[in-house]
T-cell receptor, first 117, second 113 residues
Framework: DTGVSQNPRHKITKRGQNVTFRCDPI?????LYWYRQTLGQGPEFLTY????????KSRLLSDRFSAERPKGSFSTLEIQRTEQGDSAMYLC???????????????FGPGTRLTVL | AQKVTQAQTEISVVEKEDVTLDCVYETRDTTYYLFWYKQPPSGELVFLIR??????QNEISGRYSWNFQKSTSSFNFTITASQVVDSAVYFCALDTGGFKTIFGAGTRLFVKA
């Protein structure tokens, strides 16, 4: 399967613990996005990478959140000192930049559902 | 400010009915992209269509059609002869060529047999 994959699919943690999620995009895609989705809402943008460079971060992303894409392939999203309000589905998506200043469709992974107790 | 409004929270239809999902967007940019995505009960968002701001042609793909009107800032989606498998949450999204895609809150469509 050559789609976007995310691990783990589910994570239950206690408040105050750190968690890390992984996203493997479609291999030739140079753009990678992280979103958060809560029940009954659309995905909310968190951050964006073009290759290994993190080019945009949402104001939603507090200092407890950090994302990396070290070699321009897979990405990790870490949440430190989790809070109950962090409970959500965390979605990863990738796309291919072919022409500058254009936007192609994004391919989404199945998400990681985080529950903070 | 950029915004996407999907005023219909839930729509329920009977199979074979036509249904239109509304999307209204706000942006001051002259170049932008609009998208529709489908999120079935299994959860994974699936791309349906992309439109750029310079292409106002309507599009038809099988039972799906899209009506883009810049004059009213709308990008509506119609499903003809709906089927149970069309039941899902549908999201309209806006991208102004930067890195941030703005999604609407979604419209949940129920198609009853």
């Amino acid at each position: 399967d050559t789609g976007v994959s995310q691990n783990p699919r589910h994570k239950i943690t206690k408040r105050g613990q750190n968690v890390t999620f992984r996203c493997d995009p479609i291999s030739e895609h140079n753009r990678l996005y992280w979103y958060r989705q809560t029940l009954g809402q659309g995905p909310e943008f968190l951050t964006y990478f073009q290759n290994e460079a993190q080019l945009e971060k949402s104001r939603l992303l507090s200092d407890r959140f950090s994302a990396e894409r070290p070699k321009g392939s897979f990405s990790t999203l870490e949440i430190q000192r989790t809070e109950q309000g962090d409970s959500a589905m965390y979605l990863c998506a990738s796309s291919l930049l072919e022409v500058a200043d254009t936007q192609n469709e994004q391919f989404f992974g199945p998400g990681t559902r985080l529950t903070v107790l | 400010a950029q915004k996407v409004t999907q005023a219909q929270t839930e729509i329920s239809v009977v199979e074979k009915e036509d249904v239109t999902l509304d999307c209204v967007y706000e942006t001051r940019d002259t170049t932008y992209y609009l998208f529709w995505y489908k999120q079935p009960p299994s959860g994974e968002l699936v791309f349906l269509i992309r439109r750029n701001s310079f292409d106002e042609q309507n599009e038809i793909s099988g039972r799906y059609s899209w009506n883009f009107q810049k004059s009213t800032s709308s990008f509506n989606f119609t499903i003809t002869a709906s089927q149970v498998v069309d039941s899902a949450v549908y999201f309209c999204a806006l991208d102004t060529g930067g890195f941030k895609t703005i999604f609407g809150a979604g419209t949940r469509l129920f198609v009853k047999a």
